[in-house]
């Protein structure tokens, strides 16, 4: 099946045009390009996984200011599993995120969409009242010395609980996945929540027809095939 970009969805709801193929399970699987794991102890989950799975995650970078750095798995040709966690070398004041507060054990504390034509994408959320962030960049060095730039749009917040994601575009870079370990496959990507139709209709106004029921908690869970089986990650 041909990706369908997460803005080309979203437009697509808007003006009432169907997305017929995109519509089957596999459609939210190709709008992936990224699930994040975070982890109070990058070294001890990165151990564990390979464990699980029976791969060892690729060293990614750092990211400076922000206080983390991770190690990757490609999940297939355009998309990977980001394990983050706090950076020794960097001090822990930088550790601004949500995702690692109160954390005590690893999670699946978000997932990044691919998008293209931020902006327009951006515009469109805002014009059907969706809070949104402004489309801003980042960067980081690989090992290798590689720099990788991307730009993202976000939803103001950890929306859901982090089952809306942000969305990516890479531009010019290489794809993460192309450097990252092979061998595991996404093959299944859900999610709960305490209010679950609220937030599939949020999904929804975004061209995102992720699978989600009702739950005690909000949860992003997500189902890897790896050389020693399947794991499943939330």
Not at 68 to 97: C, F, K, V
Request: proline share 8%; aromatic share 4%; glycine share 10%.
């Amino acid at each position: 099946m041909k990706p369908i970009t997460a803005c080309a969805l979203f437009l697509g709801i808007l003006t009432g045009v169907s997305t017929g193929a995109a519509q089957d399970s596999s459609r939210i699987l190709s709008q992936v390009d990224h699930l994040v794991y975070a982890t109070p102890d990058l070294e001890r989950t990165v151990a564990d996984l390979e464990r699980r799975l029976g791969v060892r995650a690729t060293p990614g970078g750092q990211h400076p200011g922000r206080g983390t750095r991770n190690a990757l798995i490609a999940l297939g040709a355009n998309s990977y599993l980001e394990i983050i966690g706090p950076d020794p070398e960097q001090p822990s004041t930088n550790l601004q995120s949500w995702w690692f507060s109160d954390l005590k054990e690893p999670r699946l504390v978000t997932w990044a969409a691919k998008g293209t034509e931020l902006e327009r994408l951006r515009d469109s959320a805002v014009s059907h009242g969706l809070a949104m962030t402004e489309v801003s960049a980042g960067s980081r060095k690989r090992p290798d010395g590689v720099l990788l730039s991307w730009r993202t749009v976000s939803p103001l917040g950890p929306a859901a609980g982090g089952i809306v994601p942000f969305f990516i575009d890479w531009g010019e870079s290489p794809h993460p996945a192309l450097s990252s370990v092979k061998g595991v496959t996404l093959v299944g990507l859900r999610a709960e929540h305490p209010d679950a139709s609220q937030v599939k209709e949020t999904l929804g106004r975004l061209g995102l027809d992720l699978p989600i029921a009702p739950g005690a908690r909000s949860a992003l869970i997500a189902t890897l095939e790896g050389p020693r089986g399947r794991v499943e990650l939330r």
